[in-house]
């Protein structure tokens, strides 16, 4: 875990153990990580074959544990979490290979972390999940989840889940997802990039973006960037720009950057003004930091 | 591993009877039914080291013989070869064409031995049925998987070298021009429509590259085309198959260090490997004096050199196991030692870097 000040220049780092019980017989990898930002808290968590571990974000304690349901012996069926948002005031789901998400419900404070809900929607693994609107604003979509086949699910948060609409995928991965001001960014492992209005599904932009798998996609809040990392060694950084009015949506090509034979794994923005992002890739023992200049 | 024994073979002139029956028994052995029975059944990623006894016994299963220093070699050439294929795949399905490749060169080694022939056709089918309908996303989870494993490997390798696929840090090399992968489109378009679904405009942007049209799609039969080269034999007629291990790695992370404490995996570890063992029947036709060496360097002193300077994080040494009070791994190890005896001795130098998993099932 690394953590750095606003411009970059300090940084602290530590290393945070993965602890599974009962894993002695076998490796369990880690498939995502992310950090969910409540109202109240923030809570690392960390997803792999074997369950969803949940940690204070210094990393200094597990607050949470839960175990995924394991077959005896292994079947043709991969098993694995993955797709990690925090929903709202005091939610964070979290996706398995079943196509099934996980609704924790997280208390302010302390360890009494409880399943609130399973949502059955998806019929393949999930890839990634996204959300916009804690707090105080009202949304009208509070989060969307997508899929191994494309598919992609807008949902409103509560103590039960209402699933506000659902996007037909194209039998092409939908790697990675996000939510801004109603509108999904969706990066796909042809390389496109597809804008959608959440609630109507209303397709309104189609990037040809990338030569490879896009594996990150990323947005700064505030200004309406977006940053897309793919395996063919590129960011790229765009502009969104939305005329409610109009209902329309554009977007600008702005920067390139080429990290040269990397196969990009992760990029986000430092900041929600995106004015640095961060970058990391196979076989790649450095996270390497960009700035506007 | 066939590639690079093939070439070896005629490189060191072996006579063409002896160089067939090696080929013909290795395949047969990886092709023997109950292995693959194991290897097809679902289960986790081996270990490195389970997966190097595997295919140490593997070009054992002939009158072949190689020293530590070369079956190290081999090996090194054999997974940065493999990492090659698996990393560059420009979608994740490719790896099954990369596979494709594999089998039907293994066919053609095997084409004037039609029971082994029909081993391999048997095999096809099978990788067929079993993955031709997975999704991307289940195709890039197995990618992921494989490219896990791989990670931190930088050994550097002669003919990639010279071919610039690889630099001389050890990465290879990602090209951002050529042919996009099938199913995708050159990028640097931006379309935006209307809430009517008509293309209201169109925007070009510069895509950093100079990427062409995919090519046309592969093969996934038993026969056909599979357009990829990746998986092909790399060794056209006679190229050196040397490696460089100095300054390879600064990062030994990977590599276990030899630990005395008795480890709860290993169990598991000799449990899997003596299912897999179990089925790797050896074929040992054919008296002592028929047997060879085959080495991977030029000559006996340079194989020597490679073996007293190979760095230590680049061992391939296991844990070393205490004799295991379980009765039953016990027995299940006596018999497939039984199975694997050796009429020649093995090379007093094989475990001079901590103790050897192969050393102490001999051993047993």
């Known amino acids: 875990m690394v953590s750095a000040s606003w411009d970059g220049l300090n940084y602290s780092h530590r290393q945070l153990q993965s602890k599974e019980p009962n894993v002695a017989t076998s490796t369990s990898l880690i498939m995502q990580a992310s950090f969910c930002v409540l109202p109240s808290r923030e809570l690392l968590v960390v997803t792999s074959q074997k369950g969803i571990q949940m940690y204070e974000s210094d990393g200094s304690i597990m607050v949470y544990w839960h175990a995924l349901d394991l077959p005896e012996t292994p079947t043709t069926q991969a098993v694995f979490a993955r797709g990690i948002s925090a929903v709202w005031d005091n939610y964070i789901c979290v996706g398995v290979s079943s196509g099934s998400i996980l609704v924790f419900d997280i208390p302010s404070k302390g360890s009494n972390i409880t399943l609130s809900e399973v949502l059955e929607e998806h019929k393949d693994s999930i890839t990634d999940m996204a959300s916009e609107c804690s707090g105080s604003q009202e949304c009208i979509a509070d989060m969307v989840s997508a899929d191994d086949v494309g598919s992609m699910c807008v949902w409103k948060a509560g103590e039960e889940f209402h699933l506000l609409n659902k996007i037909s995928g194209f039998d092409m991965t939908c790697s990675s997802v996000k939510l801004w001001k109603g509108t999904v960014a969706a990066g796909y492992g042809t390389g496109q990039i597809r804008l959608y209005e959440a609630v109507t599904g209303i397709l309104h932009v189609e990037i040809n973006a990338h030569a490879r798998w896009i594996n990150s996609l990323d947005i700064a809040p505030f200004s309406g960037l977006l940053l897309s990392a793919a395996e063919d060694s590129l960011v790229r950084v765009w502009h969104m720009s939305l005329t409610p009015e109009t209902n329309s949506v554009e977007v600008a090509h702005l920067h390139n950057e080429c990290v040269t034979d990397t196969q990009i794994c992760g990029a986000r923005f430092c900041d929600d003004d995106g004015f640095a992002f961060a970058v990391t890739g196979y076989d790649l023992s450095e996270i390497i930091r960009y700035t506007q200049t | ?364």
């Open chain 2, 1 to 364: 591993m066939l590639y690079i024994l093939d070439q070896r073979l005629r490189a060191q002139n072996i006579p063409v009877d002896k160089a067939k029956k090696v080929m013909n028994d290795i395949i047969s052995t990886m092709f023997n039914k109950k292995f693959l029975e194991e290897l097809f059944k679902p289960q986790e990623l081996y270990s490195k080291k389970a997966l190097r006894t595997v295919f140490d016994r593997l070009a054992h299963a002939s009158i072949m013989r190689l020293n530590q220093a070369s079956m190290d070699k081999l090996y090194d050439l054999m997974t940065m070869a493999f990492k090659y294929q698996v990393l560059l795949c420009s979608r994740p399905k490719d790896i099954l064409l990369v596979s494709f490749n594999h089998m039907d060169a293994i066919k053609d080694f095997v084409n004037d031995s039609p029971s082994i022939l029909s081993q391999v056709d048997e095999t096809f089918r099978q990788l067929i049925e079993m993955y031709s309908s997975l999704s991307s996303g289940e195709f890039q989870l197995i990618r992921q998987t494989l490219l896990t494993f791989f990670q931190d490997m930088h050994i550097r390798v002669s003919i990639f070298l010279k071919d610039k696929v690889q630099n001389s840090n050890g990465r290879f090399v990602l090209s951002t021009s050529g042919p996009v992968p099938n199913g995708a489109q050159v990028p640097g378009l931006i379309r935006i429509f209307s809430c009517a679904g008509d293309e209201v405009t169109r925007l070009q942007f510069n895509n950093g590259g100079n990427y062409t049209s995919a090519l046309r799609e592969g093969s996934f039969e038993i026969f056909g085309e599979r357009v990829t080269k990746l998986g092909t034999n790399m060794y056209s007629v006679c190229r050196p198959v040397e490696t460089h291990l100095s300054g390879t790695s600064k990062n030994s992370a990977q590599h276990q260090k030899v630990s005395a404490v008795p480890n709860p995996l290993a169990k598991e570890e000799l449990n899997l490997l003596s299912s897999l063992m179990g089925g790797l029947e050896v074929h040992r036709g054919g008296n002592a004096d028929s047997g060879f060496r085959v080495n991977l360097f030029n000559t006996d002193e340079e194989e020597e050199e490679a073996f007293s300077s190979r760095p230590d994080e680049l061992c391939y040494g296991v844990i070393s196991i205490q004799a295991t009070k379980d009765e039953q791994v016990d027995a299940e190890l006596t018999k497939i030692m039984g199975e694997f005896s050796d009429s020649t001795d093995q090379s007093p130098n094989a475990s001079s870097k901590g103790d050897d998993l192969l050393a102490m099932m001999d051993g047993l």
